[in-house]
């Protein structure tokens, strides 16, 4: 009985995981180049402390419990026309570099601008990456406005002042709204389109439906757990009769 109430509980807190996941979705439905996560989850077998001396699978399992973990969406998100010479969006595949602290991090998000120095940095300040590893710089005295090719390549006032980096990156992990960390797998074939910026790829109803259904599930286990506890209740009072 108490090894049901645990299995309802681990539910129970995978669910409420769930729910926090699909509310940071919506929350980040207008965050530029962000993608949605999904929370998947598998059974396993409680087995700490026994013997595993049978050759057939998960033989001493006394119950079954989930884990679960975040699975990020890479479905490319609308992009959308803004006019502005520093908004960047990749066709296809590809993360820009920026320069965090020293550590390179990843982002789909290109709404850049350029800082009192004249590197092109993100909304956050971190520098953008060229394909040499290094900051791509504008200069300070440039009155036109920069003109970025499909490659990447940075031109001010007939100049190349650098190229762009686009790469594929694997072990992809969130670290927040539209910046990712990663390892960079080689240069991406996605284009730079000047003058947009890709949105989340957050479908807002999807979302609710999936919030609704978790809630529904939640609410459900939690009725498991509370008759567990009556049960449990109960017999303690029967076996204290005896």
Do not use: C
Not at 116 to 131: D, W
Not at 177 to 192: H, Q, T, V, W, Y
């Amino acid at each position: 009985m108490y090894r049901g109430i645990y299995v309802a509980m681990t539910g129970s807190t995978l669910k409420l995981l769930e729910l926090d996941n699909i509310a940071n979705n919506i929350s980040n439905v207008n965050t530029n180049g962000y993608k949605r996560t999904s929370f998947a989850t598998r059974l396993y077998p409680l087995t700490e402390g026994l013997a595993q001396t049978q050759p057939s699978v998960y033989p001493d399992a006394r119950a079954m419990a989930s884990n679960g973990k975040l699975i990020i969406d890479q479905m490319q998100g609308t992009i959308q026309n803004t006019g502005a010479a520093m908004d960047l969006s990749i066709s296809g595949d590809g993360y820009f570099v920026l320069d965090v602290k020293g550590t390179q991090n990843f982002t789909r998000n290109g709404s850049f601008t350029i800082d009192k120095n004249g590197f092109l940095v993100s909304t956050e300040g971190y520098k953008v990456l060229g394909t040499t590893d290094k900051p791509i710089n504008l200069g300070t005295n440039t009155k036109a406005a920069p003109v970025i090719a499909a490659d990447g390549t940075v031109s001010v006032e007939d100049n190349t002042v650098g190229r762009i980096k686009v790469v594929k990156i694997k072990d992809t992990q969130h670290i927040s709204n539209s910046l990712f960390s990663g390892i960079s797998d080689g240069p991406a074939k996605g284009e730079i389109k000047q003058g947009t910026l890709e949105r989340s790829n957050v479908n807002p109803m999807q979302e609710l439906v999936a919030m609704i259904s978790a809630q529904r599930s939640f609410d459900s286990i939690q009725q498991v757990i509370k008759t567990f506890d009556q049960l449990a209740s109960r017999a303690n009072t029967e076996i204290a009769k005896v």
